[in-house]
């Protein structure tokens, strides 16, 4: 099952992926880690569970804003966390974090989301690749670069339900006008790798409502 949590001033959608005998897996913690840590504990209690893992489709700000607190609150809760990010998106995480995301902020003109927002972003315990599994989850990752040289989409619920960070949204993409952002390599993610999808695909974006593939595949034939 995927639940969304709408968090910050952009409506940054954090998604707790619940599965019975299987580790929690959040990804995408943006802003407001008290909330978000009392919904995954809240989800660890509904699923037996005291095992998690945060997963990251990329590292911009508004997607791993949370991500520090959020997991030290989990560890001492108990919970036995791992913490995952795309390996394109390294300059995001540990010490280049700040400089990074400092650069794209300022060429998207926001540095007052930036000022207001910015903590310090913790290198993950993996970084990964295309078509990676969380371990235990059967949550596997999709290379979709193009918003970021790494961004990624989740695939879970057996398939059935793509996380889709930045890449997809209802009636539209990401924005490609950042300094590791590309237009035809986001287009190309999508026709190629997301498009090919079956069409009953729930799709969760990072913004915005859900949407499926069937829906959005009419766009980029």
Same mark, same amino acid.
């Given at each position: 099952?995927?639940?969304?949590?709408?968090?910050?001033?952009?409506?940054?959608?954090?998604?707790?992926?619940?599965?019975?005998?299987?580790?929690?897996?959040?990804?995408?913690?943006?802003?407001? &880690?008290?909330?978000? /840590? $009392? +919904?995954? !504990?809240? =989800?660890? #209690?509904?699923?037996?569970?005291?095992? @998690?893992?945060?997963?990251?489709?990329?590292?911009?700000?508004?997607?791993?804003? &949370?991500?520090?607190? /959020? $997991? +030290?609150? !989990?560890? =001492?809760? #108990?919970?036995?966390?791992?913490?995952? @990010?795309?390996?394109?998106?390294?300059?995001?995480?540990?010490?280049?974090?700040? &400089?990074?995301?400092?650069?794209?902020?300022?060429?998207?003109?926001?540095?007052?989301?930036?000022?207001?927002?910015?903590?310090?972003?913790?290198?993950?315990?993996?970084?990964?690749?295309?078509?990676?599994?969380?371990?235990?989850?059967?949550?596997?990752?999709?290379?979709?670069?193009?918003?970021?040289?790494?961004?990624?989409?989740?695939?879970?619920?057996?398939?059935?339900?793509?996380?889709?960070?930045?890449?997809?949204?209802?009636?539209?993409?990401?924005?490609?006008?950042?300094?590791?952002?590309?237009?035809?390599?986001?287009?190309?993610?999508?026709?190629?790798?997301?498009?090919?999808?079956?069409?009953?695909?729930?799709?969760?974006?990072?913004?915005?409502?859900?949407?499926?593939?069937?829906?959005?595949?009419?766009?980029?034939?």
């Amino acid at each position: 099952m995927v639940r969304r949590i709408s968090v910050g001033p952009i409506g940054q959608n954090v998604y707790l992926v619940e599965s019975p005998a299987s580790p929690l897996v959040i990804v995408d913690p943006g802003a407001e &880690a008290e909330r978000i /840590l $009392a +919904e995954a !504990l809240a =989800a660890l #209690g509904r699923i037996g569970e005291r095992r @998690a893992c945060i997963a990251c489709t990329h590292g911009h700000l508004d997607h791993v804003g &949370a991500l520090g607190v /959020l $997991a +030290e609150g !989990l560890r =001492a809760a #108990g919970v036995e966390l791992s913490v995952y @990010a795309p390996e394109g998106d390294r300059a995001y995480f540990g010490p280049e974090a700040e &400089a990074t995301n400092r650069r794209v902020f300022q060429g998207i003109h926001a540095m007052g989301y930036f000022h207001k927002f910015w903590a310090p972003v913790p290198e993950p315990d993996v970084y990964f690749g295309d078509g990676f599994e969380l371990p235990g989850t059967g949550v596997t990752a999709i290379h979709t670069p193009g918003h970021t040289r790494g961004s990624s989409c989740f695939l879970a619920d057996s398939g059935s339900a793509l996380i889709s960070g930045d890449t997809l949204f209802e009636g539209g993409r990401g924005r490609t006008d950042n300094f590791d952002s590309d237009e035809a390599d986001i287009v190309a993610s999508i026709r190629e790798r997301l498009c090919s999808l079956p069409e009953a695909t729930r799709v969760w974006p990072g913004h915005g409502e859900p949407t499926t593939v069937g829906r959005e595949r009419p766009h980029y034939r």
